[in-house]
């Protein structure tokens, strides 16, 4: 072996070794990771398992839902950077291992052996949390949005019962309406013919040949029919108070 080719050896080695030592990073927070997943996981589903639960007010359900997602975003923002380099650092930890390997260096196939059977197994576990939190991240998202559904589902359906309600409320005010005009009609009238039988009477009383039982007889339907004209012209004025 020419110096040129020890030296471009050793440091293909030195490589080797700074790339696997930083792959290897990632390794206690993944596993940290992926504890704290179990966790996170057993909350879901016992959310989830409260779904049946009909005491339980939907709004909170939602509420622990969108913590739950906050925190397990929090994670993916935490970790995925570091992951992402693990792996990266173990793609040139083999690339450096096939180019010595090309170079027919069999002293050495025992060692590359060692360090792959440590860390395969290390970068297994960070790509392991990274891709359990990534299925959790989206287990949660879809339990949300099927529950903001059955609670938007709900809301549609009290906002009918309250525009049914207010349209019963409606239908009753007009009625109501309609019969106090009625009546109005009615009163209005009656004081009006009372009005025509004093004035009939007193014309009597001065000497004036009247009757005034017949002229409040016949101003009966006079009176009715001003009164009915005066109070629908006041609606049609008015539409709102119909």
Do not use: C
Not at 63 to 86: C, K, N, P
Not at 138 to 154: I, K, P, W, Y
Not at 171 to 191: C, D, H, K, N, P
């Amino acid at each position: 072996m020419t110096a040129g080719r020890a030296g471009r050896v050793s440091g293909s080695l030195l490589e080797v070794e700074r790339y696997r030592t930083l792959a290897l990073l990632a390794y206690p927070s993944a596993r940290a990771l992926i504890l704290r997943l179990s966790r996170l996981e057993e909350q879901l589903a016992d959310l989830v398992r409260t779904f049946e639960d009909e005491q339980r007010d939907d709004h909170e359900l939602l509420d622990d839902l969108i913590l739950l997602a906050a925190s397990v975003e929090r994670d993916i923002a935490s970790h995925t950077g570091r992951f992402s380099a693990a792996r990266a650092y173990f793609a040139l930890v083999q690339q450096r291992i096939d180019y010595l390997r090309g170079g027919s260096l069999p002293g050495l196939m025992g060692v590359f052996t060692f360090l792959l059977r440590r860390l395969v197994p290390a970068i297994s576990t960070v790509e392991s949390a990274q891709t359990r939190i990534e299925e959790l991240s989206g287990r949660v998202s879809r339990t949300a949005d099927v529950l903001r559904t059955r609670v938007e589902v709900e809301a549609q359906s009290r906002t009918q019962e309250l525009l049914s309600e207010l349209r019963r409320g409606q239908t009753m005010q007009l009625r109501l309406q309609q019969t106090v005009e009625g009546l109005s009609v009615a009163a209005i009238s009656y004081y009006l013919v009372a009005l025509v039988g004093i004035g009939a009477k007193g014309l009597h009383s001065v000497g004036l040949s009247i009757n005034a039982s017949l002229a409040q007889a016949l101003a009966i339907p006079l009176a009715v029919w001003l009164v009915w004209r005066t109070v629908h012209r006041a609606r049609r004025i008015h539409p709102t108070s119909a």
